[in-house]
């Protein structure tokens, strides 16, 4: 046997195992269809025959509950009706009933009505007489406010006018006193040197106040300020009291103001005798 020969015996091998495998897989796939209708194995699913006869049996079954469902329906609507035809005619015996007594009713809103209005017009009659008769009181007692007042007024305007007159004795003698202290610091600041009608900026007011803080730079601050009238440059007295004595420390001069407190520089062309410190006094002028 040659090769050829060989090949082919070998395909005709592999030809039979492949066509066995798709018998074995046709046998498989294979539905007994007579089994599945006509099945009558306990362990196995009913057939199709002795399904579609259960369905039959359950079919019949509803269509005698159906039946004895529609005689009971109809037997109920029939009581129903009867029912209904009584109610009927206990509506049109309750309707004739109401009628009778909206009737009655209407006369009897017609009465209330009635008198509702007669003692409607006697209490408005009431109030309008209790009104009027509040009105003269509050007027009565509105007389005699007014009366109280015009006699506390004349009272007052009458002691106003005393110490007006009072007032004006008291202002004519002070102007008086005032232009006597004018004219005699008039001849004291010509005596002076001073021109009376010149102002004198650099000249401090008289002012005394305390040493709050001590600064470097010779710097320290007051508790007076421009509220007081001082300005920069005025130039003030510091001292030291101990008791019943006084020190002289220096002189400083102004050099930033605030409302209520300045900064002051140690004025170094004037002799100092001592350090100036924290409570220390500054003024204008010191005697």
Known sequence: MNLVGKIFIVLIAVMCLVFSAFAVMVYATHTNWRQMVVNTDPGKPLGLQSELKNASEANTALKNQLAGLED?????LNEKEQRLGKLETEV??????REEALKDLASKEALARETTAALKAKQDNEAALLKERDALREQARSVREDRDKQFKLVVQRTDEMHQAVSEVKRLTKRNEELSADLVRARDLLTRLGYDAEKNYP???PPVEGVVLAVQGNDLIEISIGSDQGLLKGHKLHAYRVDGSASTYLGRVEVVKTEPNRAVCKVDPTFPRKGPIQNGDRVASKID
Do not use: N, T, W
């Open 202 to 204: 650099e000249i401090p």
């Open 72 to 76: 009971s329906y109809k037997s109920q």
């Open 92 to 97: 049109k015996e309750l309707a004739r009933v």
